[in-house]
């Protein structure tokens, strides 16, 4: 029997290019961020502190407030997922994210693996910000959105979820919707030069 084999949204469309500003350093770069590890974590009625308490166990992380993210030094991060619901990142484990924190929380939450479901990708870069502001009806600037912070809002038609980070901004989407968010990023930084 053939195995199947894994293939990225945007396999075939995120290869290494620059478009734009010809000349000069390119003010904005566009990267895939790995979702294998990407996890949907929902806690069980009257269980959100037994959930945070055996999070921080498992992972050193407990649940984040509304409209933030937390991280360890492993690259493990808890993003706020919308009422009641989080989504977890563990870049190391890989597809066996699920399995992993299954068995760290047991009752206390839902846990469903999104690898594959979802396209992330990495905006960074000078001009980023500037590229953005012309991409999602949100205020970036560091004061307003500082690193750890988490919003749902839209980029064009396509819903998203943006996580500000320490040296880029990660946008997330639905996977059939992560070619459509690749072009509008490429489009948003075109004035500034594009390195993918």
Known sequence: ???LARASALAGVARQSRSGRPDGAAGVR??????????????????RKTLAARLRVALGLGLP????????????????????????????AGLGAAARLEAAIGDAGA??????????ITV????????????LPIDLDATAFPPG?????????VGV??????EDVVLGC???????????????????????
Do not use: I, K
């Not at 566009?30 to 009625?45: C, F, P």
């Not at 846990?111 to 992330?120: K, Q």
């Not at 639905?174 to 993918?196: D, I, K, P």
């Open 161 to 166: 979820l943006v996580w500000r980070r320490e």
């Open 30 to 47: 566009l990267a895939t961020l790995d979702s294998e590890g990407l996890v949907s974590l929902a806690s069980r009625r009257g269980c």
């Open 149 to 157: 912070s988490v919003a749902h809002t839209l980029a064009g038609h």
């Open 1 to 3: 029997m053939a195995e």
């Open 124 to 135: 960074a870069g000078p001009d980023a910000g500037e590229a953005l502001a012309r991409l």
């Open 65 to 92: 407030d509304p409209g933030r993210a937390v991280m360890n030094a492993d690259g493990a991060a808890v993003l706020w997922g919308g009422l009641g619901q989080d989504l977890v990142l563990l870049p190391s």
């Open 111 to 120: 846990v469903t693996p999104l690898a594959g479901a979802r396209t992330l």
């Open 174 to 196: 639905y996977r059939s919707f992560g070619v459509a968010l690749w072009h509008a990023c490429l489009n948003a930084g075109r004035g500034f030069g594009v390195v993918t």
